[in-house]
């Protein structure tokens, strides 16, 4: 399936990724083996970070995995705004897959899914975020050899662990078995992300780099990692204020621990001095601890007794 980004373009590079065979003959000197290897630690750190493994174990919010979205979507569209800028550029030009990779629309799609008409209005960047994307229009603009760094960081991961995170989001959210919300997770022109990932590392490869260049973009992939988990970081506290969400219609646990504003006793009385004072939330949190517990079993049994007596 060569697309317009594979047409026309000499040896090695005019390959279709569906034709290409799996290549086992690396070289440590190859721009694909210095990024996976100079990577190794930033990429353990990434899967074991909390939002990340919590995310895989199902555990996120749906307003979380809304502004996880949104965190993407600023991203996308900085990276994919230089690419365009830099689609000619030597050092990118064999590694531009529009088509096959760029995810802002699906990006927007799953934005309108979430927010509904009018999200553009809805949505910011937070500043985490806005770091991320300022250091991706620096790069672009000023050191655009660095771009591919950004590119690999998202596009390899994306394609890497797509298909799981889409399930588990769908599980997880009940989202619709139709994709609506996890478009971004939808490479539709790449029908097998193995051997596409084969080309992309063919293409790195094929760059014509000296050592120093190569050793500033396995850095650069680095700083893209550490900006993700940064990101993440921010996701993850995030979360930890949300209140917790209504399951299969039920009622929300109320245990005094959640968001005291989306409690309607507390709603009632904000206009006045702001503290929650809910006897729900108050009685319901001192009934989770266990010395209570004991003192309300206690009083139970002293007033059974005194009961007993006086019927007596
Ligand atoms: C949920 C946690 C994650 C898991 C379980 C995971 C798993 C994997 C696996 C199994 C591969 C190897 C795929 C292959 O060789 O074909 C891979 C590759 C990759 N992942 Fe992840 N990943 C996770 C998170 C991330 C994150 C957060 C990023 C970056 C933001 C990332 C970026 C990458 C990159 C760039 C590669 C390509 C490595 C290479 O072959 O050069 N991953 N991942």
């Known amino acids: 399936m060569p697309s317009e980004a594979t047409e026309g373009l000499e040896e090695p590079e005019n390959l279709s990724y569906e034709d290409l065979e799996e290549d086992d003959n690396v070289s440590p000197t190859d721009l694909s083996e210095l990024l996976k290897e100079g990577t ?42 230089e690419m365009e800028r830099n689609k000619d550029h030597p050092a990118f030009a064999p590694l531009y897959f529009p088509l096959e990779l760029h ?15 009018g999200w553009p209005g809805k949505i910011q960047c937070s500043e985490v975020a806005q770091r991320y994307v300022d250091r991706i229009h620096h790069v672009g603009q000023h050191e655009p050899e660095l771009l591919v760094a950004h590119a690999y960081t998202r596009y390899m991961g994306d394609l890497s662990g797509g298909q799981v995170l889409k399930k588990v989001a769908q599980r997880s959210l009940k989202l619709p078995a139709t994709g609506e919300g996890v478009q971004f997770y939808v490479f539709a022109h790449i029908s097998s992300p193995q051997q596409f990932k084969q080309f992309y ?16 973009i396995v850095q650069e992939a680095n700083k893209a990692f550490e900006f993700n988990m940064q990101v993440f ?21 109320h245990d005094g621990r959640g968001d005291p504003r989306q409690c309607p006793y507390y709603a009632a009385k904000l206009g006045g001095s702001g503290a929650s004072g809910c006897p729900f939330h108050l009685a319901l949190a001192m009934l989770k601890q266990p010395p209570v517990q004991l003192a309300v079993a206690a009083c139970l049994a002293v007033m059974a007794g005194v009961a007993a007596w006086y019927v007596m």
């Open 40 to 81: 190794k630690e930033s990429h353990d750190q990434a899967e074991n970070t909390q939002f990340v493994k919590d995310f895989l174990k199902g555990k996120i919010k749906r307003e979380l995995f809304k502004l996880g979205t949104v965190a993407l979507y600023y991203t996308y569209s900085a990276l994919e705004e």
């Open 103 to 117: 995810r802002k629309e699906s990006l927007e799609k799953d934005l309108e899914y979430f927010y509904g008409e």
């Open 201 to 216: 590392r063919a293409r790195l490869n094929a760059l014509d780099l000296d050592a120093g260049t190569k050793e500033r």
């Open 233 to 253: 970081d921010e996701l993850d506290k995030i979360g930890a204020l949300l209140p917790e969400e209504v399951q299969d219609g039920g009622l929300p646990l």
